[in-house]
């Protein structure tokens, strides 16, 4: 069973990128069976679906963030990456970690990790 | 504004049934995108109870179930316990925006 773990810094200065990196273990990044996903959820909101990388390296983002996100793997780690540029108070959320295969859910999530844009 | 519509929140009774809907559009749900269900707690990984509108993973009991009609779905709780007081969350494919989108969520209490 795949699990997932994502770490980096809780609190970004306003301009700043974000960083954060998730942890796989259970399972090889280099596996063509998932995708590998960015979800955040803002503070008493809904959940919004950022983007996903799958092993081939193709990347495929959600419109409205892709100007600023950047999504990547590092298979010597078994670990992908997520960087959005130029974050403001509106970036402040939860992000988690997520799997996802062709029948579009996502089956397997990490804990998440809150991240807070203030100065 | 969630592109999915859920109600914020839903109370019942332990033993009793709950309904949580997901209202979509022609781009979603009435495009005929599977509609999938997650379960939120604080501090814990979601856990996705419902998959391709009616399917549930092993492991998560039979008290739910997954529906899906028009440009709407439900997810229904039998038998409610205090076990399920949570957020859920409904998750689609949108063929106009091109990527997956949630409902705002439903906090489930558990009177």
């Known amino acids: ?119 | 504004q969630s592109v999915l519509t859920q109600p914020p929140s839903v109370s019942g009774a332990p033993g009793q049934r709950v309904v949580i809907s997901c209202t979509g559009s022609s781009s979603n749900i009435g495009a005929g995108s599977d509609v999938h269900w997650y379960q939120l707690l604080p501090g814990t990984a979601p856990k996705v109870l419902i998959h391709g509108n009616n399917n549930r993973p092993s492991g998560v009991p039979d008290r739910f179930s997954g529906t899906k009609s028009g440009t709407s779905a439900s997810l229904a709780i039998t038998g409610l316990q205090a076990e399920d007081e949570a957020d859920y969350y409904c998750q689609s494919y949108d063929t106009s925006l091109s990527h997956w989108v949630f409902g705002g969520g439903t906090k489930v209490t558990v009177l």
């Open chain 1, 1 to 119: 069973q795949v699990q997932l773990q994502e770490s980096g810094p809780g609190l970004v200065k306003p301009s700043q990128t974000l960083s954060l990196t998730c942890t796989v273990s259970g399972g090889s990044i280099s596996s063509n069976t998932y995708y590998w996903n960015w979800i955040r959820q803002h503070p008493g909101k809904g959940l919004e679906w950022i983007g996903y990388i799958y092993y081939s390296g193709s990347t495929y983002y959600n419109p409205s963030l892709k100007s600023r996100v950047t999504i990547s793997v590092d298979m010597s780690k078994n670990q992908f990456s997520l960087k959005v540029s130029s974050v403001t108070a509106a970036d402040t959320a939860v992000y988690y970690c997520a799997t996802s295969t062709a029948l579009d859910y996502f089956d397997y999530w990490g804990q998440g990790t809150l991240v807070t844009v203030s100065s």
